[in-house]
């Protein structure tokens, strides 16, 4: 079956550290986007990807890092950088920016 | 600038109630449109889409049309179950090449037997 994979389900960070949530995708879709949902403040985009080797800001990139190195592939870095880094965070892809979006299951990221 | 506005919930209904949920939208030109519906803990789902004025997108017993003319894509089902509870996204694509969609707060709604 094609869709969308994150993983871990579940994250705990210590406080100063760097973390990687993982996306990958076997749609063979070119566009691939990262979300963060807070409680009552819908989704948030944090990064997109139209293409390998590009990326694009969201409405609230810092604090996050990405990468496109592969088609299939858009893991998002955590950095201590970010001071509130506890939400639910979305993966999604779709076969070009603008197109309708398929969706991972989320990545729940807490705070030790 | 391109935007998406739902009321605000949550909604709460009796099973086989009838379903309405307002979104409207400022874009440029003629986007498509779209509804989403997230269960708890799991992501987002696309449960419908219009891609031209007056389009009917509708799946599972929810419908929506998309009108132009008053900038709207409104949600509604003729009776809902306790399993359609869950939050729903109205969301647009916008014309301008490159934009990811834009998506609304969401509208939580809570169906009770």
């Known amino acids: 079956d094609g869709g969308i994979t994150q993983s871990p389900k579940y994250l705990f960070r210590k406080e100063g550290q760097n973390v990687t949530l993982s996306c990958e995708q076997n749609l063979n879709h070119d566009a691939m986007y990262w979300y963060r949902q807070d409680p009552g403040q819908g989704l948030r985009l944090i990064y997109y990807s139209q293409i390998v080797n590009d990326f694009q800001k969201g409405d609230i990139a810092e604090g996050y890092s990405v990468s496109r190195e592969k088609k299939e592939s858009f893991p998002l870095t955590v950095t201590s950088a970010q001071k509130n880094p506890t939400a639910f965070y979305l993966c999604?892809?779709?076969?070009?920016?603008?197109?309708?979006?398929?969706f991972g299951d989320g990545t729940r990221l807490s705070i030790l | 600038g391109n935007s998406v506005t739902q009321m605000e919930g949550p909604v709460t209904l009796s099973e086989e109630a009838f379903l309405t949920i307002n979104c409207t939208y400022t874009a440029t030109g003629y986007p498509s449109l779209f509804w989403y519906v997230q269960y708890p803990g799991e992501g987002l789902q696309l449960l419908l889409k219009a891609t031209k004025a007056d389009d009917k997108g509708s799946n599972k017993g929810f419908e929506a049309t998309y009108r132009k003319e008053t900038t709207s894509f409104h949600l509604e089902k003729g009776s809902v179950q306790v399993s359609d509870s869950a939050v729903y996204f109205c969301?647009?694509?916008?014309?301008?090449?490159?934009?990811?969609?834009?998506f609304g707060k969401g509208t939580t709604l809570s169906v009770s037997s």
């Open positions: 999604a892809s779709s076969q070009g920016v603008g197109q309708p979006q398929h």
């Open positions: 969301a647009l694509s916008p014309k301008e090449a490159g934009t990811a969609l834009i």
